[in-house]
């Protein structure tokens, strides 16, 4: 018996509408690899046939790097994990009356191959899968992995657009390391090495939810040098997130022709992420929640969430927290695109 057909005609004759709220809802939904479905059920996309009418395309980078403070993360699995939490959901958000499925299309090429001990090929190899990606001017949307990996996404970006790219970064620290030890590609480095491509205005970087005692003098002396804006917690609990993100907005798109947004866990408070690093006095989740959908109703060209550690999260909160966060942005990009469909038909 073929099951992979008879799971795509048994999900076939669901109405969509009535998701996710179906029986045995993981077991009708298209599986990426052993028995982990796609995200929220998107379709399997070979990463060397992508169609250009795609809107958003989901990819997992399996990367454990090297650690820099406590134990192994197992942020490795955190794709998988993530992509099995996001099976308990569908694409409709009541409190913005907008279902993306309505006005979205999205797969799921499962996850770029990894070359443990080897994070220069591995970064290669992140980069010729986005670059596959944006080539088909569709959106890639990552799931890690550590944070190492966002440098390489932007890179491929870098490569697919004339004009400067604004960088959004939520997160408890600068990740602007020039390197950990003899590791040139740390996950507390990225923000470095973003910063080091041209094609990146380093005055349109904007760190958000900086915050603790995780953070060296150097680092914030690096931002600073380089003319990065960094929101502290302080200032977003004083004016909310409302106000900082739309300046947020305002500050990478000057003078630059795309936004790129990276998101590590840890932006949110410890409270709401066992499965993250313990740094505490955070974001709440609904505040990344408002933030993501406002950047996608601006419009984004890529989002990674990267640094889940599902060997400390038993019952796998913080990736379905991630879901949340991810089907937050989707739902934004529908709003955009439902937008502009809306003023399209006004005009006729």
Partial sequence: ?????????????????????????????????????????????????????????????????????????????????????????GGFLPEYEIDLFDYLRIGDIGDVSI????????????????????????????????????????????????????????????????????????????????????????????????????????????AKEIGATTFFMHEIRRRGIESIIDEAIKIASDGTECIYVTICSD???AGYNPGGPPDFDGLKPHELFLALHKLGETGIAGLDYVEVYPYQDRYARSSHLASWAIIHALNGLAANKKAVKDSQEKDI
């Fill in 1 to 89: 018996m073929n099951l992979t057909k008879v799971l795509t005609k048994d999900r076939e004759k669901i109405p969509r509408n009535e998701a996710p709220m179906i029986v045995n809802r993981k077991e009708t939904l298209p599986l990426i690899y052993g028995d982990t479905p796609s995200f929220l059920g998107s379709k399997v996309v070979d990463p060397d046939e992508i169609e250009s009418d795609f809107d958003v395309i989901f990819a997992g980078v399996p990367w454990e790097g090297t650690l820099t403070w406590g134990s192994y993360s197992g942020c490795e699995i955190a794709p998988a994990e993530i992509r099995t939490a996001a099976a308990r959901y």
């Fill in 115 to 222: 070359k443990k001990n080897d994070p220069a090929e591995t970064m290669q190899n992140i980069y010729r899968s986005m670059d596959k990606i944006y080539k088909k001017n569709v959106i890639p949307f990552i799931l890690g992995g550590d944070h190492s990996i966002s440098s390489a996404v932007i890179n491929a970006l870098s490569e697919n657009v004339h004009g400067n790219i604004g960088v959004i970064h939520f997160d408890a620290h600068f990740d602007n390391n020039k390197s950990f030890g003899e590791d040139e590609y740390p996950r507390c480095g990225p923000i470095y090495r973003i910063s080091q491509n041209p094609k990146v205005k380093n005055s349109s970087i904007v760190h958000i939810a900086i915050r603790g005692p995780r953070n060296s003098p150097a680092q914030s002396a690096y």
């Fill in 267 to 269: 932006c949110i408070d």
